[in-house]
């Protein structure tokens, strides 16, 4: 399944009735490739409805990953919720595994009053444990913590990029709406966007841009960052630059749109992707 591969974040908005299996026939018939499997709520999937998923999702040609349960602080105060929280990961990943997903993503943690370089050290150590778990456990499937949307949320690309150097096999799940909102709308040219890719094929070599995990969506910022995800009509965030710099550095890898109407948005960010990609 190479490529770029576009798709939504859950099951298309026009499926009825709104499962998952369902999902994945109905963008196979809109001429989508991807769908990101939402654990947002909580992993209530098992493994034999994800083993289903895994099937019909390889006869509709539909690429999958996993977003793991927005409730992860890996720098928590209290350790029965950082215990909790990695969890809730490794149970993403294994079922993601399951039904075939190569990449779950997830929002790592959050500062607090810690200091960065603290919280970044705290959150390798959680990274390498949920590694060696996944090794002892034969599960196959990346983990990809996400560039988070604002500044109280660790998840910058530099700390992303950073982990994936130190921990082989790791990379950024990279949401160019979060990193557009976490600088206040200051990241928002194509030599922004051009620079992200660059600094990831730079430093984490030029196969981490074939297998990519990319959030794309319409977004509002507030002074604190992130506010809420816009349709793209709605948004001043450039996608027509970030598609280009995807295209112009031959990404490869899996595009999940994030929009409220994601079916709809995620359509119009194939057929743009499909014309700067041939020019």
Do not use: W
């Not at 959030?215 to 507030?222: D, T, V």
């Amino acid at each position: 399944m190479a490529g770029l591969r576009i798709g939504t974040a859950g099951i298309p908005a026009s499926t009825k009735p709104q499962t998952t299996p369902k999902g994945i026939v109905r963008l196979a018939e809109l001429g989508l490739e991807h769908m990101e499997i939402e654990f947002v709520r909580g992993v209530r999937m098992s493994e034999k409805t994800a083993a289903d998923i895994k099937e019909l999702a390889q006869e509709q040609g539909i690429s999958l990953t996993v977003h793991a349960p927005y409730y992860i602080n890996l720098n928590s105060k209290e350790p029965e919720k950082v215990e909790a929280s990695k969890e809730r990961i490794l149970k993403s990943a294994r079922i993601g595994a399951a039904a075939g997903a190569t990449s779950v993503t997830f929002h790592a943690a959050f500062y607090h009053d810690d200091d960065p370089e603290q919280v970044y050290q705290v959150v390798k150590r959680h990274m390498e444990e949920m590694l060696e778990e996944l090794e002892r456990s034969r599960v196959k499937i990346r983990l990809s913590p996400e560039t988070t949307g604002g500044p109280t949320q660790f998840g910058t690309l530099e700390e992303l990029i950073r982990l994936g150097q130190e921990l082989p096999g790791v990379y950024p799940c990279v949401d160019f709406a979060h990193l557009y909102a976490r600088s206040l709308g200051e990241f928002n040219s194509y030599e922004h966007f051009a620079g992200a890719l660059r600094s990831i094929r730079d430093n984490l070599g030029p196969e981490a841009l074939q297998a990519l995990h990319i959030h794309l969506s319409g977004i509002e910022h507030g002074p604190r960052g992130e506010k809420r995800h816009l349709p793209l009509a709605e948004t001043e965030l450039n996608y027509r630059a970030v598609l280009q710099a995807l295209a112009d550095f031959r990404v490869q890898g899996y595009l999940t749109c994030e929009s409220p109407i994601l079916e709809e948005d995620a359509l119009i960010l194939k057929g743009l992707y499909a014309e700067l990609d041939q020019e």
